[in-house]
C-alpha cells in the first residue's frame, strides 16, 4: 500500500512535534525526579530561634486532565508526566474531535500504566459535564476559552483549582532592517507549519509599518510557494482543517460581508471536500470584524498596518492578554520595550514558539489566554503542594509570648518581629 499525503505527513511531523517531545518530557522527569522531590530548605527568622523549615511537595490527590484535539497525543500525555511524577491518581479525557487518538489512549494507557491510579474516560459533552459534576483536587484543562469558563465554574462549586491552557490572539510585530527571509521562513513555520495555524502558539495576526508591508508580503508569498508550491492545496505539507464546523468557521471569518474577502493578497483558495484552506494572507481587515475579535485557530494571517512600529505596543494591549507575543527586530531597545511594555503568556523575540520546546521555561497564559503554566519542573510543581514546614526544639521559650502582656513584652516582641538583631539589643537594654 502507498502511503497518501496525510500518512506521509503524519509520519514525518507526528513524531517530531508529539512523540519527541513527550519522550524529552518523559527522559527529563526520570532524569530530574529525586531532585524536585527534595524538601527546599528555607530561611527563620529569630522570633522563631531556635529552629529550621523547609518546604515539602506533596502530591494533590485526584486529578482531572482535559485534553486537546489539535496536538491530542502530547497534550493529553504532557500534563500526565507532571501528574505522576508528583504522585497523583488522574482520569484523563481526551477531545472527541480526533477520535482515533482517544480510542489510542484508552487502549494503550491501561496496558503500560497502573489502572488503578490512571483512569481514561472517553467521550463528549456528556461525559465531560459528568466528569466535571465531581469533586477533583485538581483540574488541567487545555482548549479555548468559552469551554474554559464553563470548567472555572463548574471547578468553582468545589473550590478545586485549575490550570486553564487556553488561547487568544497572538501578535507578530516585524520591524524593518531585519533579515526579511528568515524572519518570513519562522512565521511561515509557525504558522502554517504548525497545523495549518491550528495551534494555541500560532501567529493570530501581524502589526508592521506601511514602507515594511509590501517587502514583508512580497517575502511570504514566495517563501510559501518555495514550501507549499503553486497549488498548496496539493501539498502533503499542509494539514486539513480538523473538521466541517471548524472549516466553516473559517470559512465565515473570510465571507464575513465581503469586507474581508477583499482584502486577501494570497491565498484564500479552499476545498471543502477534504478540508482543506491554503495560506492566506490578508492586508488591512477592519478592526472590528470578526476576523481581528476572534482567535483565528486556522490558517488566515491578517497584516495590519501602523505608522510607527511602537504604536503596536498599544494596539496589542488594547486586547485581551495573548498567549505568546512575537517581535522581529534588531533593535535593543525595541526588544527591551516590547518586553517591558507587553503582557503575554510567553514573548519570543526573533522567532515563533520556540519557548514552547525550553522545558526551563513555564509555558501558560495570562489574563484570558489561561492561567498556570507547566513543562518540566513547572509541570511537577503545577501538580503538587508545596507544605511548608517549621521545625522547633523545646529550646528557646520565651516568656514574652504568653500572658499577662506589659509594654515591655510587646515591646520586645515587636523588636524580634522585626528580626533585626540591634533593635532587639536597644529594646532589651531599654533604649527604644
Known sequence: MTPNHYQLYFLRVYPLSQITMLKNSCTLAIKELKQWMMPEKARTSLLTFPSSAE??????????????????????????????????????????????????????????LDISSIKVVEGAVSETSALLEQKWDKI?????????????????????????????????????????????RRIIAGKWGCNNG??????????????????????????????YGKNPLESKDLSRIVNSKHFSRLTKLLDEDNEVSRKIVYGGERDEANLKISPTILVGVPRDSLIMKEEIFGPLL????????????????????????????????????????????????????????????????????????????????????????????FMGDAAM??????????????????????????TLFGRS
Open 55 to 112: 518546604i515539602v511537595p506533596e502530591p494533590l490527590g485526584v486529578v482531572l486532565v482535559i485534553s486537546a484535539w489539535n496536538y491530542p497525543f502530547l497534550l493529553s500525555l504532557d500534563p500526565l508526566v507532571g501528574a505522576i511524577a508528583a504522585g497523583n491518581a488522574m482520569v484523563l479525557k481526551p477531545s472527541e474531535f480526533s477520535p482515533a487518538t482517544s480510542s489510542l489512549l484508552a487502549k494503550l494507557l491501561p496496558e503500560y
Open 140 to 184: 488541567f484543562y487545555t482548549g479555548n476559552g468559552r469551554v474554559g469558563r464553563i470548567v472555572m465554574a463548574a471547578a468553582a462549586k468545589h473550590l478545586t483549582p485549575v490550570v486553564l491552557e487556553l488561547g487568544g490572539k497572538s501578535p507578530v510585530v516585524v520591524d524593518s532592517g531585519i533579515d526579511l527571509q528568515i524572519a518570513t
Open 198 to 227: 491550528q495551534a494555541c502558539v500560532s501567529p493570530d495576526y501581524i502589526i508592521t509599518t506601511k514602507d515594511c508591508a509590501d517587502k514583508l508580503v512580497d517575502s511570504l508569498k514566495k517563501e510559501l510557494e518555495t514550501f
Open 302 to 393: 491578517p497584516i495590519l498596518i501602523v505608522r510607527k512600529i511602537e504604536d503596536s505596543f498599544d494596539m496589542i494591549n488594547s486586547g485581551t492578554k495573548p498567549l505568546a507575543a512575537y517581535l522581529f527586530t534588531n533593535n535593543k531597545k525595541l526588544k527591551e520595550q516590547f518586553v517591558a511594555s507587553v503582557s503575554a503568556g510567553g514573548v519570543v523575540i526573533n522567532d515563533i514558539a520556540m519557548h514552547v520546546a525550553i522545558h526551563t521555561l513555564p509555558f501558560g497564559g495570562v489574563g484570558e489566554s489561561g492561567t498556570g503554566s507547566y513543562h518540566g519542573k513547572f509541570s511537577f510543581d503545577a501538580f503538587s503542594h508545596k507544605k511548608a514546614v517549621l521545625y522547633r526544639s
Open 401 to 426: 509570648r504568653y500572658p499577662p502582656y506589659t509594654q515591655g513584652k510587646l515591646r520586645l516582641m515587636k523588636a524580634f518581629m522585626t528580626s533585626n538583631f540591634w533593635t532587639i539589643l536597644r
